[in-house]
């Protein structure tokens, strides 16, 4: 009982400079005025400006555009990445076929290798998608399946082989025992690739500062840095720290719905891996 006491002090302590204090400093100066913000200190403030920044930021910040933009990438990123991913990892398990590991250790290994960008661009220019939401997408795609790849063949080569067998001995076709049968138990494993992935993709400024040319097409990470550099008087932190607790909004209220589900199969992965 000490032992576990002196853990989550040791815990608390550590957490409370790295984590509680940035996220204190963001929000609370994200509620004061303009002068106030720029002390960049803890205390409360003087003067509340809460509607005047949130709605600066929904107005002059291109909010509402980037949310949108953000969703069209991350949405379709994540299910494409899972289905494809976990098909892929289900071919890579069960092969005994040395020229299919191959293909999976060069898959795996886009995780450390960063994207080739020139190519990117060119290849996206000539298919008429650069500067597309879409051909932004594509990337995202292509370059986070190793991810999903790598966490789910192990997972999957875990997996007793003989409920697959017996699908296909009561008639079920391939698909039909990917979607009854593997997927239910992939489920875990899976929902940590979904949040490792939407981290990644939402959080993107390198490649959407190369593949988006338009603010039409701006993300959440760009419509907040346009809206930090806007300013020739310098940064306004009130608003940009407005911005971004509302860039960060989604990814928290959708961790707060999910958390059960996340840490479940944080463990049940953990357990099977």
Same mark, same amino acid.
């Given at each position: ?11 608390? !302590?550590?957490?409370? /400079? ?10 609370? +100066?994200?509620?004061?005025?303009? &002068?106030?913000?720029? !002390?960049?200190? =803890? ?9 005047? +920044? ?14 949108? +933009?953000? =969703? ?6 994540? $299910? ?37 960008? $020139? /190519?990117?661009?060119?290849? #996206?220019?000539?298919?008429?998608? @650069? ?14 399946? &190793? !991810? ?5 063949? &192990?997972?999957?080569?875990? !997996? ?9 001995? @009561? ?19 899976? #929902?940590?690739?979904?949040? #490792? ?19 039409? +097409?701006?993300?959440? /990470?760009?419509? #907040? ?8 008087? &310098? ?8 911005? =971004?607790?509302?860039?960060?909004? /989604?990814?928290?209220? $959708? ?19």
């Amino acid at each position: 009982m000490l032992g576990r006491i002196l853990k989550y002090t040791a815990l608390s !302590l550590f957490a409370l /400079p790295w984590v509680v204090v940035p996220v204190w400093m963001i929000l609370v +100066n994200s509620f004061k005025a303009e &002068g106030e913000a720029a !002390l960049l200190s =803890l205390d409360l403030p003087t003067k509340w400006a809460i509607v005047e +920044n949130y709605t600066a930021v929904i107005v002059q910040g291109n909010y509402v555009v980037g949310l949108r +933009n953000s =969703l069209l990438v991350a949405v379709p990123t994540v $299910i494409v990445v899972l289905l494809l991913g976990s098909l892929a990892s289900w071919g890579y398990a069960r092969s005994k076929r040395r020229s299919t590991q191959v293909f999976f250790y060069i898959t795996s290994l886009s995780i450390l290798l960063p994207p080739a960008v $020139i /190519p990117t661009i060119f290849i #996206l220019s000539t298919v008429g998608l @650069d500067g597309s939401i879409t051909g932004y997408a594509l990337m995202m795609m292509g370059t986070r399946m &190793g !991810l999903v790849v790598f966490l789910t063949t &192990g997972f999957v080569r875990g !997996l007793p082989i003989e409920l697959e067998e017996a699908a296909a001995i @009561d008639g079920a076709s391939r698909m039909r025992t990917y979607f009854s049968v593997l997927l239910p138990m992939l489920r875990s494993i899976l #929902l940590v690739g979904a949040v #490792l992935i939407v981290i990644v993709v939402w959080n993107d400024f390198f490649f959407g500062q190369l593949l988006l040319k338009t603010s039409a +097409n701006a993300t959440l /990470p760009l419509t #907040l840095y346009s809206f930090a550099s806007a300013s020739v008087s &310098g940064l306004s932190w009130n608003l940009v720290f407005a911005h =971004l607790v509302m860039t960060s909004a /989604p990814l928290v209220i $959708i961790y707060l719905f999910a958390q059960r589900r996340i840490l479940a199969g944080l463990t049940e992965g953990g357990l099977k891996g």
